[in-house]
């Protein structure tokens, strides 16, 4: 079968190891805006046929679908136009004149500063860790770029908050059976110290992705949450997100599955191959360590509370927990607390959560949304009662600080990673500067003499920053131009919704024209290259950034567990606590190795002298 204006029809037979695929294809070509090029497609139901020893399989294609290749008639690159200056917004440098003299004082004022960094190496009485779900070291770029921009300057010299640290390292992310991982078991690396299969949450290797049945005492693993808890430390937990989504979760539930966020999500043969299964919630309000936490802080009320009400600014999330059971968890922390004697608060909205009663409080629950926490930008433009990151994060540490036993907090930018799954570029970006908020009203509450700070991501995202912008060219706008003819964005996805593409016989080769398409938007979707429901994670390293006690232990490429066993030993806590037997601090520990390495150096010099 030919199609219009197609030639050079190839029948092609390839051999692969102990099988032998037929496929039938055709190669047309055709000339669209002045641009020569060909393409490979499938014919309307063609038939592949795969014949092995194992036996044969054969299916049927359904085309043509269409992605155009550029075809090579020189060994020169396809020309391609300029990006038409109506679409391309700039903004100007902070310092027009960057010439040797400029650069030769940066650089030389970074080095003086870098050579007046002391070591920290006292306890650290309190640990405070960041976590930006999904915030790869793309996205870190873009939203320092965008920063910049919003001031309406060219962003690229710009710097976040936590980028100022002295000291910085990566993680590898992968878990034990994936190359790419998910939150949750990255989650249990970090918090933890042990890395898990995909998907499951606080438990080792040796459990499956939902089997109930592998989940022992001998493969849960404890979290740093519980290590500062046991040590008579506090503890808390603050996230944009469902306080049972898997960040969080990670630092008290073990679970064969994630999603077991309530009873709902927890399949029937699971509860009847493992009677006695408790869903994430209930681990939270009934069990070690959750029970004892001392703040709790973010969204999925409907994970703890059947009975919710669905509004415009919070409606209740049809595709995810909802619980069954009659429970209402929400009031059985404060029944529990009540009955321990403790002071506490249980809030549901910003307003109660800033107010005075909240000031005494030694437990704080608060469950501010149904589901996750809407993006920042629409908690201002619908005007919710509900607490932005910083807001959390300020109030979680007045009620930790209120006792002299030092505290663990992990404070969670859940949304980072939403806005990327759904290919909405600025929102990432957005949420990437209320997390900077958060990191910035932390710090400055405490003492990083004494405070360990590590700001970190589980993941990346496929989110790259492609092509050759100009500088100060607009970080959310259009980068490029095509061979095409055709405009591309500077931020794009190699996967996801962004898909734009037509079929064979459209205008310009099969991709759409996004010349004036809103894509400063918040919910426009950038450009990706595979049509995807959701944009996937991000195989490559992630940055550490750290200030406080033992910071300068993250200095190289780590693994991810790592990160845990370097916040254990600056407390000494946990399974680190050796060096800082019968009082001594951390500080005080190094102190008398250096002093013994300095006694060893003259006892040796004094031998030379007598003996020579």
């Given at each position: 079968?030919?199609?219009?204006?197609?030639?050079?029809?190839?029948?092609?037979?390839?051999?692969?190891?102990?099988?032998?695929?037929?496929?039938?294809?055709?190669?047309s070509?055709?000339?669209?805006?002045?641009?020569?090029?060909?393409s490979?497609?499938?014919?309307?139901?063609s038939?592949?046929?795969?014949?092995?020893?194992?036996?044969?399989?054969?299916g049927?294609?359904?085309?043509?679908?269409?992605?155009?290749?550029?075809?090579?008639?020189?060994?020169?690159?396809?020309?391609?136009?300029?990006?038409?200056?109506?679409?391309?917004?700039?903004?100007?440098?902070?310092?027009?004149?960057?010439?040797?003299?400029?650069?030769?004082?940066k650089?030389?004022?970074?080095?003086?500063?870098?050579?007046?960094?002391?070591?920290n190496t006292?306890?650290?009485?309190?640990?405070?860790?960041?976590l930006?779900?999904?915030?790869?070291?793309?996205?870190?770029?873009?939203?320092?770029?965008?920063?910049?921009?919003?001031?309406?300057?060219?962003g690229?010299?710009?710097e976040?908050?936590?980028?100022?640290?002295?000291?910085v390292?990566?993680?590898?992310?992968?878990?034990?059976d994936?190359?790419?991982?998910?939150?949750?078991?990255?989650?249990?690396?970090?918090?933890?110290?042990?890395k898990?299969?995909?998907?499951?949450?606080g438990?080792?290797?040796?459990?499956?992705?939902?089997?109930?049945?592998?989940?022992?005492?001998?493969?849960?693993?404890?979290?740093?949450?519980?290590?500062?808890?046991?040590?008579?430390?506090?503890?808390?937990i603050?996230?944009?997100?469902?306080?049972?989504?898997?960040?969080p979760a990670?630092?008290?539930?073990h679970?064969?599955?994630?999603?077991?966020?309530?009873?709902?999500?927890?399949?029937?043969?699971?509860?009847?191959l493992?009677?006695?299964i408790?869903?994430i919630a209930?681990?939270?309000?009934?069990?070690?360590?959750?029970?004892?936490?001392?703040?709790?802080?973010?969204?999925?009320?409907?994970?703890?509370?059947?009975?919710?009400s669905?509004?415009?600014?919070?409606?209740?999330?049809?595709?995810?927990?909802?619980?069954?059971?009659?429970?209402d968890?929400?009031?059985?922390?404060?029944?529990?607390?009540?009955?321990?004697?403790?002071?506490?608060?249980?809030?549901?909205?910003?307003?109660?959560?800033?107010?005075?009663?909240?000031?005494?409080?030694?437990?704080?629950?608060?469950?501010?949304?149904?589901?996750?926490?809407?993006?920042?930008?629409?908690?201002?433009?619908?005007?919710?009662?509900?607490?932005?990151?910083?807001?959390?994060?300020?109030?979680a540490?007045?009620?930790?600080?209120?006792?002299?036993?030092?505290?663990?907090?992990?404070?969670?930018?859940?949304?980072?990673?939403?806005?990327?799954?759904?290919?909405?570029?600025?929102?990432?970006l957005?949420?990437?500067?209320?997390?900077?908020?958060?990191?910035?009203?932390?710090?400055?509450?405490?003492?990083?003499?004494?405070?360990?700070v590590?700001?970190?991501?589980?993941h990346?995202?496929?989110?790259?920053?492609?092509?050759?912008?100009?500088?100060?060219?607009?970080?959310?706008?259009?980068?490029?131009?095509?061979?095409?003819?055709?405009?591309?964005?500077?931020?794009?996805?190699?996967?996801?919704?962004?898909?734009?593409?037509?079929?064979?016989?459209?205008?310009?080769?099969?991709?759409?024209?996004?010349?004036?398409?809103?894509?400063?938007?918040?919910?426009?979707?950038?450009l990706?290259?595979?049509?995807?429901?959701?944009?996937?994670?991000?195989?490559?390293?992630?940055?550490?950034?750290?200030?406080?006690?033992?910071?300068?232990l993250?200095h190289?490429?780590?693994?991810?567990?790592?990160?845990?066993?370097?916040?254990?030993y600056?407390?000494?806590?946990?399974?680190?606590?050796?060096?800082?037997?019968?009082?001594?601090?951390?500080?005080?520990?190094?102190?008398?190795?250096?002093?013994?390495?300095l006694?060893?150096?003259?006892?040796?010099?004094?031998?030379?002298?007598?003996?020579?």
């Open positions: 079968t030919n199609l219009d204006n197609s030639t050079d029809t190839t029948n092609t037979t390839t051999n692969l190891d102990n099988s032998t695929a037929t496929t039938i294809a055709m190669n070509s055709y000339t669209t805006g002045g641009v020569n090029e060909s490979t497609t499938s014919i309307m139901n038939t592949t046929t795969a014949a092995s020893s194992n036996g044969s399989i054969t049927t294609t359904q085309g043509p679908i269409f992605v155009p290749a550029p075809s090579y008639n020189s060994t020169k690159e396809p020309t391609k136009p300029p990006l038409p200056e109506e679409l391309r917004e700039v903004f100007s440098r902070p310092n027009q004149n960057e010439g040797k003299e400029f650069w030769m004082k650089g030389q004022d970074e080095l003086t500063k870098s050579l007046q960094m002391t070591l006292n306890k650290a009485k309190n640990v405070i860790l960041f930006g779900d999904g915030l790869g070291i793309p996205t870190i770029v873009a939203s320092r770029i965008y920063k910049g921009q919003l001031q309406k300057v060219s690229e010299e710009q976040l908050y936590f980028e100022t640290f002295p000291y390292g990566l993680s590898k992310t992968y878990c034990v994936k190359q790419v991982p998910d939150s949750a078991s990255t989650g249990t690396a970090y918090l933890t110290g042990v898990a299969n995909f998907q499951t949450l438990v080792d290797s040796s459990v499956q992705l939902g089997n109930c049945s592998t989940v022992t005492e001998e493969s849960k693993v404890t979290s740093i949450a519980q290590w500062a808890l046991d040590a008579g430390m506090r503890a808390g603050v996230s944009s997100t469902r306080i049972t989504h898997a960040t990670a630092s008290y539930a679970s064969s599955h994630r999603d077991y966020e309530c009873d709902e999500m927890i399949p029937a043969e699971m509860k009847q493992c009677p006695h408790k869903d209930r681990q939270l309000i009934e069990d070690e360590p959750g029970k004892r936490f001392h703040v709790i802080l973010g969204g999925g009320y409907q994970c703890f509370n059947g009975n919710v669905n509004s415009t600014g919070d409606p209740v999330d049809e595709q995810d927990c909802q619980r069954q059971d009659g429970r968890l929400f009031q059985q922390w404060q029944d529990d607390k009540k009955a321990e004697g403790k002071t506490f608060s249980a809030v549901r909205t910003k307003s109660d959560l800033l107010s005075d009663k909240v000031n005494d409080s030694e437990y704080l629950l608060g469950l501010f949304a149904n589901s996750h926490l809407p993006y920042e930008f629409e908690k201002l433009k619908m005007g919710l009662d509900m607490p932005s990151l910083e807001d959390m994060t300020k109030r540490i007045q009620v930790l600080q209120q006792g002299d036993e030092g505290f663990f907090l992990l404070v969670e930018g859940g949304r980072i990673d939403h806005a990327h799954h759904e290919g909405t570029a600025r929102k990432a957005e949420e990437t500067l209320a997390f900077e908020d958060a990191v910035r009203a932390g710090v400055q509450m405490v003492d990083t003499e004494e405070t360990l590590v700001v970190t991501a589980d990346s995202h496929v989110m790259t920053i492609n092509g050759y912008p100009l500088r100060g060219q607009s970080i959310i706008g259009l980068g490029d131009m095509g061979t095409d003819n055709l405009p591309y964005t500077t931020l794009m996805y190699t996967n996801g919704k962004g898909f734009k593409y037509k079929s064979l016989n459209s205008t310009h080769g099969g991709r759409w024209n996004i010349s004036y398409d809103e894509v400063t938007d918040m919910e426009y979707e950038q990706s290259a595979v049509p995807l429901d959701d944009e996937t994670h991000g195989g490559e390293d992630v940055s550490i950034y750290a200030i406080g006690p033992m910071s300068h993250f190289g490429v780590h693994e991810q567990n790592y990160i845990a066993h370097v916040m254990g600056a407390a000494c806590i946990g399974a680190n606590q050796d060096h800082c037997a019968e009082g001594n601090t951390a500080s005080q520990t190094n102190n008398i190795s250096s002093g013994l390495l006694s060893l150096v003259i006892l040796n010099y004094l031998t030379c002298l007598l003996f020579r």
